[in-house]
């Protein structure tokens, strides 16, 4: 029996020690539930900051288009954008409520974009850490986000009643009171990309608090970690050392480890590689064979310059070299890795490097990743480009030489048509013959427009327009486009007015190359106003001693979508065969080219049944003050 009782009491002994054992790994495995929580929920805090940041920079480019376009799809854009920072300040005040609204906060961290999965933590985080020292620097940043991102609301809605306002303006509204409009939304503007700049800074202050947290909050979790598992080790220890007279726990447990570790880093990247202090490769993890074909073995005391067999004088493998000499970090240095079977990839390395705890070098770790169909794609849409300006030149080239080779037979049809249609040999017995000659010069000097278009925008597309630079008269630009406008004014039955204030000034330009991007405007005008409609032409400078040529019309007007159509060489808005108006295209494109010229711009604004309004816009280097001013300097 007594040998009964023995086996009893170290039964009894040995229950006992893998009791306590087990308590002790349910303990650490409790803890390190919470570590991965606690890492989670960092993670869900970093996520969700980058979710307001990206929502707030979407808010502002919003914004901003919106200001640019007019368009309520943009301003819905900034109002979307703005619902995740507004869940989450929703958030923030349902959790600071007291009681806490946990269901309010909920809804609001939804909003925000948070992963479901992750709210109750984030919320639960909050309540329990909300006033600890690491974290209630966090908060700070949040509610002084909170506080900026309200006022951007306030100003998207200032800034959308501006533009209403601007667009119930009347198409005869004076320019100073759009002018004025402008002005107030470029400062609204302002102050937009002034609550930018400051959540940026808040958003990176945040980030940078909740690092400290969740760093602190490692520290702790790894503290315990490594207390409780000292008990554990001791125990254990023990029990061996009296049960077995081995100490190979230890061992063991380092090596499963380590084997832990690996195969969380053949996971977590595409590969991991260590380098020694002499830059040769002590580590390659399996990743690498799987990618390449080339084993870790067959790598291992060999430098990357060896193994990617480079030439060693390359400027880029020498800023690298460099870079390794200095034992700095280096991230996606990129490089071509020929392989054994012929063929290449391309492969994408950064690493930090190691020191001991006496400061001495001991190599480098880092990551790698193979980028070959990256760099092919960036290959394929660079060789894609390429040949697409090919075929832009090719057709440039070819649009002027077609323009040249028709130009010499039209001169000659221009000018016998001429001298039959003014019968100067005589007077031609069938007047119907005058006619056909008449019709006939007609539609050749329509077609010698149109080559003429065609040659400039050709020219200009090469490159090879230059201007002819003088003082020009803008007032007497104008009265010569009218002289040449009269007889169309007149048989479309349409009224034209001129308005050019008297603090403007002649312009520094080419006078050919300006009068004939208005009177292209007045074209237009004309052709699409119907009878009886208005057009008028007006000049006035702006705040930057910059000058403003406005054409408007009481015409068909177009939908603001279309305009950009309207710009495009040989492009019309309406295109079917069965469209009303005639024409190449090439007016408007070749007039908004020809103000480039000037380092002007062209805008234009215009809705269907309401009429258009292109407005040349020239810097002030080009309008030249008054000639009583320049005389009075």
Not at 430 to 447: E, F, K, M, Q
Not at 475 to 497: A, W
Request: hydrophobic share 40%; with cysteine.
């Amino acid at each position: 029996m007594h040998w009964k009782s023995r086996i009893r009491r170290r039964l009894t002994r040995f229950i006992l020690v893998c009791t306590t054992f087990l308590l002790v790994q349910m303990a650490i495995l409790g803890l390190g539930l919470v570590a991965i929580e606690a890492v989670n929920v960092a993670r869900a805090y970093v996520g969700g900051e980058a979710l307001y940041s990206q929502a707030q920079k979407d808010a502002v480019i919003s914004l901003h288009r919106y200001a640019v376009s007019g368009e309520e799809d943009d301003y819905d854009d900034f109002v979307a954008a703005l619902k995740k920072p507004i869940g989450d300040f929703l958030a923030r005040q349902a959790l600071e409520a007291q009681p806490p609204d946990m269901t309010s906060a909920y809804v609001g961290l939804r909003q925000g974009g948070n992963d479901p999965a992750d709210i109750k933590g984030l919320a639960y985080f909050y309540l329990w850490f909300g006033e600890s020292d690491y974290f209630s620097e966090a908060l700070r940043d949040w509610r002084a986000a909170d506080r900026q991102m309200l006022s951007l609301s306030r100003l998207g809605a200032l800034i959308h009643d501006i533009i209403e306002r601007e667009r119930a303006l009347p198409a005869n509204a004076p320019a100073a009171d759009h002018a004025s409009l402008r002005l107030k939304t470029e400062n609204a503007l302002r102050a937009v990309d002034q609550i930018d700049r400051s959540l940026t800074e808040i958003e990176a202050s945040f980030a940078g608090h909740i690092g400290t947290t969740a760093r602190f909050a490692g520290r702790v979790v790894a503290i315990i970690l490594t207390v409780a598992s000292l008990q554990l080790w001791i125990i254990g220890g023990v029990v061996i050392w009296r049960m077995y007279r081995r100490n190979l726990l230890s061992d063991q447990a380092l090596e499963v480890s380590n084997e832990r570790f690996r195969d969380f880093a053949e996971i977590a990247s595409d590969w991991f590689w260590e380098m020694d202090a002499t830059l040769r490769i002590s580590y390659m993890s399996d990743r690498a064979h799987e990618l390449f074909g080339i084993r870790p073995e067959d790598m291992i005391g060999r430098s990357r310059f060896d193994i990617a067999q480079v030439d060693i004088d390359d400027p880029h493998w020498q800023a690298h070299s460099a870079t390794l000499a200095a034992r700095l970090p280096f991230r996606d240095f990129r490089y071509r890795l020929n392989l054994p079977d012929g063929q290449y990839r391309h492969v994408s390395v950064s690493g930090k490097p190691v020191f001991d705890s006496d400061g001495a070098f001991r190599g480098y770790r880092g990551t790698g990743n193979d980028i070959t169909l990256e760099m092919d794609t960036i290959a394929s849409l660079r060789q894609a480009k390429e040949q697409a300006e090919i075929a832009n030149r090719t057709k440039t080239t070819f649009l002027a030489n077609m323009s040249h080779e028709l130009r010499t037979p039209l001169n000659a049809i221009l000018g016998f048509s001429e001298v039959i249609r003014d019968q100067l040999f005589g007077v031609v017995a069938n007047s119907r013959y005058v006619d056909y000659a008449g019709s006939i010069n007609d539609a050749g000097r329509h077609l010698l427009r149109l080559i003429n278009d065609l040659l400039d925008i050709s020219r200009i597309e090469a490159g090879r327009m230059e201007l002819q630079e003088a003082v020009v008269d803008l007032r007497g630009i104008i009265q010569s486009c009218e002289l040449l406008t009269r007889e169309p004014l007149r048989n479309g039955k349409l009224t034209l007015t001129i308005d050019v204030a008297g603090n403007v000034g002649p312009l520094q330009g080419d006078e050919r190359k300006l009068k004939q991007a208005l009177l292209n405007l007045l074209g237009n005008a004309i052709k699409f106003t119907p009878a009886g409609g208005r057009i008028g032409v007006t000049a006035r400078c702006l705040p930057d001693n910059g000058l403003a040529i406005s054409v408007s019309d009481t015409g068909i007007g177009m939908r603001p979508s279309d305009i950009p159509k309207a710009l495009t060489p040989f492009m019309q808005v309406d295109s079917g065969l069965d469209r009303r108006h005639e024409g190449s295209g090439l007016g408007l494109p070749l007039a908004k080219a020809l103000i480039e010229l000037h380092q002007g711009r062209l805008e234009i604004t215009s809705e269907p049944e309401q009429g258009t309004t292109v407005m040349i816009i020239l810097p002030s280097q080009r309008h030249l003050p008054p000639a009583a001013d320049r005389i009075a300097g």
